[in-house]
Each structure stands twice: as structure tokens, then as C-alpha cells.
């Protein structure tokens, strides 16, 4: 099940525009819209928090935002982050009911050193999350998965993933989430001083026996 975070914020019904969203910044909030199955609702989040928890938010992460004591689960559909100012301009949040499925992208990790990896190959992780999905008491937060017995050129597809009852993957079941490979040598090109001596030596050979 996916874990979730909380984020305060409060109910923005007046000064909007841009003059009005750097009015809230410089006060330390963020100008943030809540779409859903209801009319977007605006709201002001506590800056502080959302810069704290940013970089650990997923796609199925799972947010509470209490807006003075009201609290609604969402997920976070897009921010615009200013990388220069080090500061975030906008949030855009998507609301959930509990009875009511979700699609969201799952982050994959893997377990585990791969008997290949043991015997002189390469795991590669080709693919990094899959799409979900399920009503939210049941999202996932990451989809483990044991890599231990794969061997050198074997493979684990998505088709082979285990999730709970409930959670269906979108991904197709044939891409390859991680496979062992062989480790290529490259053939060593002969160094070119080796040449040189070579020539030399034939051509004082050359000298000698004249």
C-alpha cells in the first residue's frame, strides 16, 4: 500500500492572477489548483512542507492535504519549479475518492544479486515503473522484485510481476523489466610501438646482411 504524506495548506477564494501568486510566494505559500470529479478548487500550500517532501514523491504517491482541518487525498499531477530561485510557482493536485480506482505509475526495485551477475554478467534494468492500477487503499508504493535466480541471458517481463489481488498493470506483459547480459571483452588492438620495433628490427636485419 502506498504511504502517505500530509501537507498544510489553506483556501485561496480571493486575489488571484499573477501579482496575487507572488503575493503568496513572497508569504511563504504556493498557488495550487485540486482538479477531480468536483469543480477545480484553489488553495495556498504551506511552502516549507511541499519543499521538504518534493523529492520524494512518486506518481502513486499518496498525499493528505489538510486545508484548515478539511482533509482530501490527492496525488500531485504537475508542479513548475523555478530551478534557479531554488523555489516551486505552482501545483497542480488530482483528487481521489476511496471507492473509486486510480491509474498511476509505480516505481519497480529490484532485490537481490542475480546468480548470472555471480558468474561474470551485467544486470540491466530496463524498465523503471509500470502503469496501475486500483482503488487507492491498494496502491502499491513500489513493486519489489527478486532478481536472485535469473542467470546470464534470462530475462523477468511484466507478465511475471507479483502485485496484490485488486491491482491490475497496464504495462504490456511482454517488456522487459530486467535481464543479465554478457559482459563484452574487446579485442585488443596490437600497440603501435610493438610495429615499430618490428620494422626496425627487419630493416637492421636488412643492413646486416649486405
Known amino acids: 500500500m502506498s504511504e502517505r504524506i500530509t501537507l498544510n495548506a489553506k483556501p485561496r477564494t480571493e486575489d488571484f492572477g499573477s501579482a496575487g501568486s507572488r503575493r503568496l510566494l513572497r508569504a511563504g505559500y504556493i498557488p495550487a489548483v485540486i482538479y477531480g470529479k468536483q469543480a477545480p478548487a484553489h488553495c495556498a500550500v504551506v511552502a516549507k512542507d511541499f519543499l521538504m517532501k ?37 501545483i497542480d493536485f488530482y483528487e481521489v475518492s476511496a471507492d473509486s480506482k486510480v491509474r498511476a505509475k509505480v516505481l519497480i526495485e529490484l532485490v537481490g544479486t542475480p546468480n548470472g551477475v555471480r558468474n561474470g554478467g551485467v544486470l540491466d534494468q530496463v524498465l523503471h515503473e509500470v502503469e496501475v ?40 506483459a511482454d517488456e522487459t523489466v530486467a535481464t543479465v547480459k554478457t559482459v563484452k571483452v574487446e579485442a585488443e588492438a596490437p600497440a603501435a610501438d610493438s610495429a615499430d620495433d618490428t620494422a626496425a628490427a627487419d630493416a637492421t636485419s636488412a643492413a646486416e646482411t649486405k
Open 54 to 90: 518534493m523529492h520524494t514523491l512518486t506518481g502513486s504517491t499518496l498525499i493528505n492535504l489538510n486545508i484548515d482541518g478539511a482533509n482530501r487525498v490527492v496525488f500531485v499531477k504537475t508542479f513548475q519549479e523555478n530551478l534557479l530561485k531554488g523555489i516551486v510557482n505552482h
Open 133 to 172: 492500477e486500483c482503488l487507492p487503499k491498494d496502491l502499491p508504493s513500489v513493486i519489489e522484485v527478486d532478481v536472485t535466480a535469473l542467470e546470464i541471458n534470462e530475462a523477468i517481463r511484466v507478465g511475471q510481476l507479483s502485485v496484490a489481488e485488486g491491482v491490475h498493470i497496464h504495462t504490456p
